[in-house]
């Protein structure tokens, strides 16, 4: 069936890059959402933001390839950070305890302009 | 001899246009009427001169007055009505070869100011007999357009048990193309169109008649809407006239389950009365007569017991009240979750449209109403007693459980808030892909069954798999720590995910399948948290 191809573009956003995701996020995703991941991480930023805003859909499977991302940036100590959630998707941060480890933001401009290292476990 | 010209009134005055009759007859000398253009002197002239006029003498710059005398005009007398000029008397040579006399003069003026009023009067009459002719020909036409378009929409509603079904054509003065119809197909479906030619008259009528008669063909060899819709528009695109369309919707309702399948092209979203309020049901597609190759989707709801759906045309939201506001969508959206349990629903609406429409000028469009409204008896329960909404398999393919949420949440319009909407659709994926991955094995040929249904005061939908006698593992809390510190894989999250989201989760086998029950609280209160 026509599904909503996923997407990760990044942008060098100073001094917080930003993983744009759009579509939907399942086992098709893990190789793009790693090489994006790998390029904002090279400058070795403090923190990244992943924004949500352009997804339409996230199974478990999408939530195990955030949950794998998040691994890399802790052993890499980079704080991740996220915007654009809908209400659903931070329920589902929520009970998986994800939010417990990243931060959630309203939108990508309060994320970015945020000094950081808030609600970090 | 003479002759009177007069100057048409129905076509201004701009050219003498109105000959009067003058048939040769041999002996005599007939004079032809002249065109005098409106800007002439010559006509300012004769309208002040108060009298004969002796054309050879008159020294005027004026082309009329040329071609007077070109045609041998010796006198012209103007035919004045009170202070209008509207006509000539015109006059060649005398036949005794004389002058004119002042007693010749005096006896044509005196029979000037007899003529003109008579002429006035024979101007009005005929005047009035051509606008009587423009009138019953357009009359005609539209008791031509009428006559079609009654003769082909249905005297009556059908009868169906356990529905009260019922319809309401308003034509406007000028007669448009809307059109509804009923067709009864096999095992007890009924198809229901609905549509509106663009254009009005005898033409908008004559494509309704033949688009009606095409989806009649269509709708008894084909059992889905979006396909009727298809065969429809290319058999009309080939002859409809340029600029013309046709929008409509089509749908097949199974008066047992309550079932309708509904596929549109470019008409007007029909409602839902649901006791949660007026649901707009979505579909979209291209209009018929525009473009051959199109294609259409099919859609479906379940019409439950005590709701009805509200069909309708443009003459009905695009009315416009004294202040030029239209009747609209919303106003009709409120009107339907108000009162569109009421049995005449279709009179509850007209009324409405009469009260906010302008009295001041004719119903702008047609108006057509079709409402089918299931009986609180009902049909179509199941053994536990409830309704089933939808039952429907999905090949074991990865992300086919995109299909199901989508079919899932098709049939559950409605019931539940937008919250918990989003979360069964979650539930609804985890537990589609936990059949297809870990029952059925990814093997395409082997389905899932996905059940939806509501029982009392529950919404159910049931997943099954055919995993054989493998149990269905018990959902445990994934560890964040230990998945983020390696000790653990990072995926596992569906049983967990699927528990959150519902407020009860049962499950049971039977020893070649697993059913999965998603359970959701459709009263108050039912929060799945």
């Known amino acids: 069936m026509v599904t909503n191809a996923f997407q990760a573009r990044v942008r060098e956003r100073q001094p917080v890059p930003v993983i744009e995701l759009s579509g939907e996020i399942n086992s098709t995703a893990e190789e793009a959402l790693n090489l994006a991941f790998s390029r904002a991480s090279e400058s070795g930023p403090k923190a990244l933001l992943l924004n949500f805003a352009g997804v339409s859909y996230m199974n478990s499977t999408g939530i195990a390839l955030i949950v794998g991302l998040l691994a890399q940036a802790r052993k890499k100590h980079i704080e991740l950070r996220v915007s654009g959630l809908t209400e659903h998707y931070r329920h589902i941060f929520s009970i998986t305890r994800l939010s417990d480890f990243m931060s959630i933001y309203d939108d990508e401009a309060s994320a970015v302009s945020d000094a950081g290292q808030q609600s970090q476990a | ?529």
């Open chain 2, 1 to 529: 001899m003479a002759l009177i010209q007069s100057f048409g009134r129905l076509i201004g005055r701009s050219r003498t246009a109105e000959r009067t009759d003058s048939a040769p007859r041999s002996g005599t000398s007939i004079v032809e009427p002249v065109d005098i253009t409106e800007n002439d002197p010559l006509l300012a002239y004769l309208q002040t001169s108060g009298g004969v006029v002796d054309i050879e003498t008159l020294t005027l710059d004026s082309p009329g007055l040329s071609v007077l005398r070109e045609r041998g005009i010796k006198l012209v007398v103007p035919l004045i009505n009170q202070g209008e000029l509207i006509g000539l008397l015109n006059l060649g040579p005398r036949l005794s070869e004389q002058e004119y006399s002042a007693d010749d003069r005096r006896l044509l003026e005196n029979l000037a100011r007899h003529v003109a009023p008579a002429v006035m009067v024979a101007q009005l009459v005929r005047q009035q007999e051509t606008e009587a002719r423009n009138r019953e020909r357009i009359e005609q036409e539209l008791r031509v357009a009428t006559l079609i378009q009654q003769n082909f929409l249905p005297k009556e509603a059908p009868s169906l048990d356990g529905w009260h079904l019922a319809a309401h054509y308003q034509p406007a003065r000028e007669v448009g193309g809307d059109f509804y119809d009923f067709i009864g197909l096999d095992d007890g479906r009924l198809g229901i169109g609905i549509g509106d030619v663009t254009d009005k008259g005898v033409p908008a009528a004559l494509v309704m008649a033949s688009t009606r008669s095409i989806i009649r063909g269509a709708a008894q060899r084909l059992s889905s809407p979006a396909e009727v819709l298809r065969r429809v528009n290319d058999l009309l695109c080939p002859d409809i006239p340029p600029n013309m369309f046709a929008t409509c919707m089509y749908c097949i309702l199974d008066p047992v389950s309550g079932r309708l399948v509904y596929s549109n092209a470019g008409h007007n979203l029909p409602y839902l009365y649901t006791t949660g309020g007026a649901i707009e049901l979505r579909a979209t597609g291209m209009p018929l007569g525009l473009l051959p190759g199109m294609s259409y989707d099919d859609h479906e709801v379940i019409v439950k017991p005590g709701e009805s759906v509200l069909f309708y045309s443009d003459g009905l939201v695009e009315a416009h009240n004294a202040d030029h506001e239209m009747f609209g969508f919303p106003r009709l959206q409120e009107l339907v979750a108000q009162q569109g349990d009421r049995k005449d629903l279709i009179a509850v609406v007209s009324d409405a449209l009469e009260a906010f429409a302008n009295k001041a000028i004719d119903q702008e469009d047609d108006v057509t109403l079709v409402t089918l409204a299931r009986e609180m008896t009902d049909g179509g329960t199941l053994d536990g007693g409830g309704d089933l909404l939808s039952e429907f398999e999905v090949a074991s393919e990865p992300g086919n459980e995109r299909i199901a949420i989508e079919r899932v949440e098709t049939v559950v319009v409605g019931l539940l808030d937008e919250a918990r909407l989003e979360r069964l659709k979650t539930a609804v994926g985890e537990a589609t892909m936990n059949a297809m991955e870990h029952g059925n094995k990814y093997q395409a040929g082997v389905p899932v069954v996905i059940r939806v249904q509501t029982t009392g005061d529950e919404l159910i939908v049931a997943v099954t798999d055919s995993a054989g006698a493998e149990p269905i593992p018990e959902a445990t809390t994934p560890d964040l720590d230990a998945k983020l510190a390696g000790l653990q894989t990072p995926r596992g999250w569906g049983l967990f995910l699927i528990e959150n989201m519902v407020d009860e989760l049962r499950t049971s086998s039977d020893g070649v399948r697993h059913t999965i029950e998603l359970v959701f609280a459709l009263k108050e209160g039912g929060d799945g948290d």
